[in-house]
């Protein structure tokens, strides 16, 4: 049984709890974790405030921070195969996306320890030959950092990477669904040498282990990833002390696909857009904006390749998308259909359970497509985080950028089209954080990755990510000190 990660030491929570984990594909029980409370939080906290104002780390050269993060990637790699397998049992994707995903967690892990001791700072002129001013980077202290259930360890890294480089401490506090592999991960940075204290991990509900970050005086930033509502409650949490927030809240993604555009490469893609880990993803493209002239074939097309999609669990070779996270997901999905129909939208296909035998017991839902859907329904604009695409029509150049500009999202998008000129004139009009021409769902730990509006605020990955974590401080120097005489006396 995994027990929590506090000051260097696995221990028990304070008042002995316990969750068992379920496969959400098939029900099955695939571990059973300590449940922490917000008194284990609490110490957690305590402990990271002590290592950054009294330990090392901060202090340690940020090359041999780096060192650390390359030796936890080193170590990842080694072990690929068993971290997938638990990804693939906490969230019931399949093992080949698992896999995909450990690969990209060694890459941002290598990533960030490459580029640590590159950025010194900077000389500012000051215009006189009297004074030197320079900026110098500082971490911002101690971090809560708190994870999703649809990508675990992958979110774990993108937060956990950046923070340690910067300096910082921090307490990670993953989804209660998917906790396995964020146990892993602090095996492995306690295994690379990762002092007491800077790391601390508490498992369990976010009302117990979770508010607690974001109320707590010693913390100093939350970077959260997850949905709006939670992210609201922690900016108000927050509040009080004024807390730097780094916050990725999800997003009504647009996939924009003209006329003239690769029609196969773009009906392959629209599938993966929307139908990848059934839906569950930030940047789903769940909004198909279809040009009018090219809607009723493309999408009927569509509806006959999404009817062939094969449902499965994650370690059957045939699978092609598996299980929503919980039956209480796969309710709000089904909801979420039923208000788009209610709507006027055209039922396509799916909308319902699978009636396969063999899948009875997991928390299956067939693809969905909702035709005939526009810009009134609630269904556009909400986010159903589920294998559901509703489908829009828009005439030219003008009116697909105001349908895909028209959310309160801005996470991500892409455009489909063979006219070069179009595709970057589209991109630049998109207000999306990341916009994809002629593909989708490709991201790079060195490219900045987070959302306009309501998608959230701060940036992960890239160079900004790395500077969520930090504190930029001007320091001036006169170094021929003399009397102003300002003041007669």
């Known amino acids: 049984m995994a027990d929590l990660y506090v000051d260097g030491a696995w221990r028990k929570p304070m008042h002995g709890g316990l969750r068992h984990i379920h496969c959400p594909a098939d029900g099955r029980r695939v571990a059973s974790v300590s449940e922490g409370t917000r008194e284990d939080a609490e110490d957690a906290v305590r402990a990271a405030r002590w290592a950054f104002d009294e330990g090392p780390w901060p202090h ?6 780096g060192a650390v993060l390359l030796r936890v990637a080193e170590l990842l790699e080694r072990r690929a195969g068993d971290v997938a397998r638990a990804e693939s049992l906490d969230t019931g994707k399949r093992l080949v996306e698992s896999e995909y995903d450990v690969a990209d967690v060694v890459a941002c892990f290598r990533y960030f320890g490459s580029v640590a001791g590159t950025s010194p700072g900077r000389v500012v002129d000051t215009g006189r030959a009297d004074a030197i001013s320079r900026i110098d980077y500082e971490p911002v202290g101690v971090c809560g950092l708190i994870t999703p259930w649809n990508y675990p360890l992958l979110q774990a890294a993108w937060k956990v990477a950046p923070a340690l480089v910067a300096g910082n401490t921090f307490v990670l506090k993953p989804s209660e669904l998917t906790p396995s592999t964020s146990v892993m991960l602090m095996k492995l940075l306690e295994e690379a040498g990762l002092p007491a204290g800077v790391g601390n991990l508490v498992l369990g509900a976010g009302s117990e282990v979770g508010a607690p970050l974001a109320e707590h005086s010693y913390v100093d930033l939350i970077s959260f990833t997850g949905g709006l509502g939670t992210g609201q409650r922690i900016m108000e949490a927050s509040a009080a002390t004024v807390k730097k927030l780094a916050l990725e809240l999800g997003g009504k993604n647009p996939n924009v696909v003209f006329a003239d ?37 493309f999408v009927d097309e569509l509806v006959r390749r999404a009817q062939l999609i094969r449902l499965g669990g994650p370690f059957d070779d045939r699978t092609e998308t598996g299980p929503l996270i919980s039956a209480a997901h796969r309710a709000k999905v089904e909801e979420y259909v039923a208000t788009g129909i209610a709507e006027g939208a055209v039922l396509r296909c799916g909308g319902r359970r699978p009636d396969e035998a063999g899948l009875d017991e997991g928390y299956y839902y067939l693809p969905t497509i909702l035709d005939e859907c526009h810009q009134g329904m609630a269904v556009v604009h909400e986010e159903s985080f589920g294998p559901v695409l509703t489908v829009e029509r828009f005439t030219d150049e003008d009116n697909a950028v105001q ?87």
């Open 60 to 65: 340690t050269p940020e090359r041999e921070r």
């Open 261 to 297: 555009a690769d029609v196969e490469t773009a009906l392959d893609f629209a599938l993966t857009a929307v139908f990848l880990h059934s839906g569950q993803v930030c940047s789903a493209g769940a909004r198909l904006v279809v040009q009018d002239s090219l809607h009723d074939d």
């Open 403 to 489: 349908i895909a500009n028209d959310t309160e999202y801005g996470l991500a998008g892409a455009v489909w089209t063979q006219d070069a000129g179009k595709a970057q004139r589209v991109a630049r009009r998109m207000r999306h954080g990341t916009v994809w021409i002629n593909d989708y769902h490709p991201y790079l730990p060195q490219a900045e990755w987070g959302g306009f509006g309501r998608s959230g605020i701060g940036r992960e990955l890239g160079p900004a990510g790395l500077d969520e974590y930090r504190e930029p401080k001007h320091i001036w120097q006169n170094i021929d000190p003399r009397p102003q005489r300002w003041f007669s006396g």
